[in-house]
Nanobody, 124 residues
């Protein structure tokens, strides 16, 4: 059974940093592309970042490019999202998701397993 558990969310002031992690159940992680999505209050869920199963070809939403870094540790079954220079516009629930293959996808339709989410709040 695939389980994804996010952690690392919290409240931070604008300009600060947070590091999110997503722990995957063993045997369900290393062969698949992974992604981060977020849902802000009153808005649709949106793509944030994605990475292939090898860790190559990271892809970022324009709104986070240059500020966020996605990475993965296949030995530890862990996906990370380093978030720097945070702004109030980054406030959202952040979800990690597993893709249906090893490549990078930006569409949520290509992700078939999701974590429960972790809240990130950035105060001005």
């Amino acid at each position: 059974q695939v389980q994804l558990v996010e952690s690392g969310g919290g409240t931070v002031q604008a300009g600060g940093s947070l590091r999110l992690s997503c722990e995957a159940s063993a045997g369900t992680f290393s062969s698949y592309g992974m992604g981060w999505f977020r849902r802000a209050p009153g808005k649709e869920r949106e793509f944030v970042a994605a990475i292939s199963w090898t860790g190559d070809n990271p892809n970022y939403a324009d709104s986070v490019k240059g500020r966020f870094t996605i990475s993965r540790d296949n030995a530890a079954n862990r996906l990370n999202l380093q978030m720097n220079s945070l702004s109030p516009e980054d406030t959202a629930v952040y979800y990690c998701a597993r893709g249906d293959s090893g490549v990078v996808y930006t569409s949520s339709r290509r992700y078939n397993y999701w974590g429960q989410g972790t809240q990130v709040t950035v105060s001005s």
